[in-house]
T-cell receptor, first 113, second 112 residues
Framework: GENVEQHPSTLSVQEGDSAVIKCTYS??????FPWYKQELGKRPQLIID?????GEKKDQRIAVTLNKTAKHFSLHITETQPEDSAVYFC????????????FGKGTLLTVNP | EPEVTQTPSHQVTQMGQEVILRCVPI?????FYWYRQILGQKVEFLVS????????KSEIFDDQFSVERPDGSNFTLKIRSTKLEDSAMYFC???FGAGRYTFGSGTRLTVV
């Protein structure tokens, strides 16, 4: 089955700096890669996603890049703010008949004011 | 914005007891899921449900677990004979298709 590795497990940045979180996946059939933000005690919330037919997608301060050949994808957050502090999870799905997501272990991002 | 609702938000149960976790997915969604998250760990797939039947289940989803969609709106996860290691946050999710999930707010299950 799919295996998703995520790094780093913790990341601390100063407000205004950029943050990058990286994930690799194992199943070459995976074609959908979402990123979720989870604040303490709350549900995961989708912040951005990318499909395998594009290499990059941007939404304001957040961008995701995908390298299908190398089987890795990354989340980029620019101009970080304290409210960006949360756990971020990457995930991968091969679609198929049920769109099951396999998650990475998460990255605790702390943005220091 | 439509939401996935889960009840209860917190359930405490004694080891060996049965629990039922309830979810109301978004009404026009077709795929339904249960995931769990042990404190501080990643979100793990339990089971997916489509067209009124299980489409896939993980190794975690053994005979202790079952799912039902009894009335076309509710989607339940039953855990028989709970164990201490079943303590976790359980999330229901649904999607119309193409993978974009909406997660419920979760049920924190504590087995004592």
């Amino acid at each position: 089955g799919e295996n998703v590795e995520q790094h780093p497990s913790t990341l601390s940045v100063q407000e205004g700096d950029s943050a990058v979180i990286k994930c690799t996946y194992s199943d070459s059939a995976s074609n959908y890669f979402p990123w979720y933000k989870q604040e303490l005690g709350k549900r995961p919330q989708l912040i951005i996603d990318i499909r395998s037919n594009v290499g990059e997608k941007k939404d304001q301060r957040i961008a995701v890049t995908l390298n299908k050949t190398a089987k890795h994808f990354s989340l980029h957050i620019t101009e970080t703010q304290p409210e960006d502090s949360a756990v971020y999870f990457c995930a991968a799905s091969s679609g198929g008949s049920n769109y099951k997501l396999t998650f990475g272990k998460g990255t605790l991002l702390t943005v220091n004011p | 914005e439509p939401e996935v609702t889960q009840t209860p938000s917190h359930q405490v149960t004694q080891m060996g007891q049965e629990v039922i976790l309830r979810c109301v997915p978004i009404s026009n969604h077709l795929y339904f899921y249960w995931y769990r998250q042990i404190l501080g760990q990643k979100v793990e797939f339990l089971v997916s449900f489509y067209n009124n039947e299980i489409s896939e289940k993980s190794e975690i989803f053994d005979d202790q677990f079952s799912v039902e969609r009894p009335d076309g709106s509710n989607f339940t996860l039953k855990i028989r004979s709970t164990k201490l290691e079943d303590s976790a946050m359980y999330f229901c999710a649904s999607t119309f298709g193409a993978g974009r999930y909406t997660f419920g707010s979760g049920t924190r299950l504590t087995v004592v």
